[in-house]
C-alpha cells in the first residue's frame, strides 16, 4: 500500500537557518503529494501541495518540488523564524487530492531566537 | 466563512462506553473524512462520507462508525471504547465539484481520552 517516510525530529535550528526536512513515498500512480503543519493544540492546516511531477508547492516561504525519480517531496525554507516552530507532516493522496490522505509520522522542528 | 469546526473539544469516557463526535464541513464541501491522529503520530484515515454514503475507509474495526447528514454534517461513533482509542480524531472536508479546491482541509480536532 501507499507509504509516506519523514525523516525523525525533533529539528532544533537557530533562526535564520536553512530548513530541510526530507519526505519520501511510495505509492502507484501518481499521487498528489502535501506538506500539512500543526502548531501547538491545533489541527492540521496546508501548506502546500504540488499534484504533477517537477511541480513546485511554495507559500509562505516554504517550498517542496514533485521528484518522481526520486519519490521524495522535501520540505525547504531559507531562513526559518521562531514562529515557525510545528510539526511538519507529509502526506500523499490519489490524483484527485480527494480521497484518503496517507500520512508521513511528522517531524517536529524547534527553531529558537 | 466559518471553516470546519468539530464538537466537542475534550471528551473523556471509561472503557466500554461509546462516544460520538460531530464535525460542520467547510462551506461549500460537502465531502467529510475522519482520521484518528495517536500521540506523536501521524493521522490514520478512518473513512470518508459523500452524499451520506461511505464512500472510502481506513483499516479500523466495526466500532468506528459514521454517519452524514442532508447538511453534510457528519458524525464519528465509536462502540465499545479501548484504552487505545485515546487519540486526537480530526475531521476534513473537500469538495469534489470545483477542481480548485480538492484539497482537505481540517478541524481542531476533538480529543478523547478513555480511562
Known amino acids: 500500500g501507499d507509504s509516506v517516510t519523514q525523516m525523525e525530529g525533533p529539528v532544533t535550528l537557530s533562526e535564520e537557518a536553512f530548513l530541510t526536512i526530507n519526505c519520501t513515498y511510495t505509492a502507484t500512480g501518481y499521487p498528489s503529494l502535501f506538506w500539512y503543519v500543526q502548531y501547538p493544540g491545533e489541527g492540521l492546516q496546508l501548506l502546500l501541495k504540488a499534484t504533477k511531477a517537477d511541480d513546485k508547492g511554495s507559500n509562505k516561504g516554504f517550498e517542496a518540488t514533485y521528484r518522481k525519480e526520486t519519490t521524495s517531496f522535501h520540505l525547504e525554507k531559507g531562513s526559518v523564524q521562531v514562529s515557525d516552530s510545528a510539526v511538519y507532516f507529509c502526506a500523499l493522496s490519489d490524483q484527485t487530492g480527494r480521497r484518503a490522505l496517507t500520512f508521513g509520522s511528522g517531524t517536529r522542528l524547534q527553531v529558537q531566537p | 466563512d466559518a471553516g470546519v469546526t468539530q464538537s466537542p473539544t475534550h471528551l473523556i469516557k471509561t472503557r466500554g462506553q461509546q462516544v460520538t463526535l460531530r464535525c460542520s464541513p467547510k462551506s461549500g464541501h460537502d465531502t467529510v473524512s475522519w482520521y484518528q491522529q495517536a500521540l506523536g503520530q501521524g493521522p490514520q484515515f478512518i473513512f470518508q462520507y459523500y452524499e451520506e454514503e461511505e464512500r472510502q475507509r481506513g483499516n479500523f474495526p466495526d466500532r468506528f462508525s459514521g454517519h452524514q447528514f442532508p447538511n453534510y454534517s457528519s458524525e464519528l461513533n465509536v462502540n465499545a471504547l479501548l484504552l487505545g482509542d485515546s487519540a486526537l480524531y480530526l475531521c476534513?472536508?473537500?469538495?469534489?465539484?470545483?477542481?480548485?479546491?480538492?484539497?482537505?482541509?481540517f478541524g481542531p480536532g476533538t480529543r478523547l481520552t478513555v480511562l
Open positions: 476534513a472536508s473537500s469538495s469534489p465539484l470545483v477542481k480548485a479546491t480538492d484539497t482537505q482541509y
